[in-house]
């Protein structure tokens, strides 16, 4: 029936185009010229996939674990800050949720702590090309074949730049395209993958690596302005490398594929743009000044993102209860609640930044999400610290090392950081992961997690409350 069908269209077909020849016209030719444009237009506009080849987190050596107590016996060494200032550190490590085996950076462990810039150069260097040569070594991929690399530091900045580091290390081909994204905060990460995503729709066949540093030294506030004391203590060393890929023979070999990138950018509130802000205190001493509005800001980006990622990712039945309350709300027709919607039925694992313990107790409290969404991270906290745009790598490893990902599962990581900013990034897995790889971070120790933080109290009244809801 249907290739009777079909024999008839195409008779009709060569009918009208044998008409269209005895009339003696140039339609079929611009006929023919239209079907070649709109294949090109088909063929070369229709979005490239982007593949997670794989990733790697970089463990730093035990030499440069860090407990508590030490952390602030070298800060006592490091900085010129008083007893009164040293107590608030103090009390605020003790509530942070991080644990007792984080990393600092190894100039720090040294006596005296020696921070020269060839000593911070090192200290990136070890993290960049440890988090790299792992990568490397789990992806088999030959250097040659890379032909993106982008790099995102929170604060560091030397010349030549971390980027160029990469490419002289790994001896990368001459025509590689480097971008060093610095001082970009914690969504960093996660906005370069959005980035290097439209870079992937115009350089076909193409890998693309990107590497995510934390080097926390020039963090590190010397002073006593209570302000700019906070961010001492929840950041310490760590780094992602990430194998992006559009080739399509990568299909099969890869880990993930990107689903959707969305990004918030709230700068335009001034309360959001100095919610964290770099500047020297009234003796002059350098620091970041963290503001009682961060807790709220961070919250009301992160709600804005999610927002903007619902529709995209919520399947009709959950998009639809959303936007009736939103209605609802919107014109005062009843006083209801707004409705948070159900991630769970289109995404099956999240993975936030880890930032501070009060923002993780924000997305469990008010953000719809529940304990075990946030568990990933809150061991991360307490492993590994605030390794910034590295930290949703190492929550994701977590969720690998507990083979918790399962084929065809859908997955998010959600950063934010200064600016302030929001990124969120949805993957699907391709395979099921064996969470067996000697190369994750958490391999050795998976079985002694999760550890219970519950009753670690938070210091959340420092900051001004989030809206109520
Ligand atoms: C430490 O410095 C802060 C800020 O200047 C000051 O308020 C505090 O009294 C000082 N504490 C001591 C013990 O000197
Ligand atoms: C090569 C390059 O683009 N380097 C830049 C990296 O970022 C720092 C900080 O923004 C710039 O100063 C470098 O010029």
Redesign the pocket.
Known sequence: MLGFRSTMMLENLHEHINKLLNLNSPAPLLLLFLICIFSYIFITKRSRKVFLVDFACYKPPDTQMCSKEKFIDRFKIYGNSNETSIEFMRKLLGRSGLGEKTYMPSYLMRDPPDVSLVEQRNEVESVMFGAVDLLLEKTGVNTQDIGIVIVTSTIL?V??????MIVNRYKLRENVL??????MGCSAGIRAIGFTQKLLQVHPNTYALLVSPENTMQMIYRGNERSKLFLNFPLRVGGAAVLLSNRPSDHDKAKYQLIHTVHTHTASLDRSYQSIYEEEDPVGIGGVTITKDLLAVAVEAVETNIHALGPLVLPISEKTRYLANYFVRHFHLADVKPYVPNFKKAIEHVFPHVGTKPVLDEFEKNLGFNEADVEASRMNLYRFGNTCSASVWYALSYGEAKGRIKKGDNLWQIAFGSGFKCSSAVWRALKTVNGDDKRNPWKDEIKNFPVDVRHIQTFSELFEPTKKK
Do not use: F, G, K
């Open positions: 900045n010349v030549p730049s971390l980027a160029d480097i971008y060093n994204l610095t001082s």
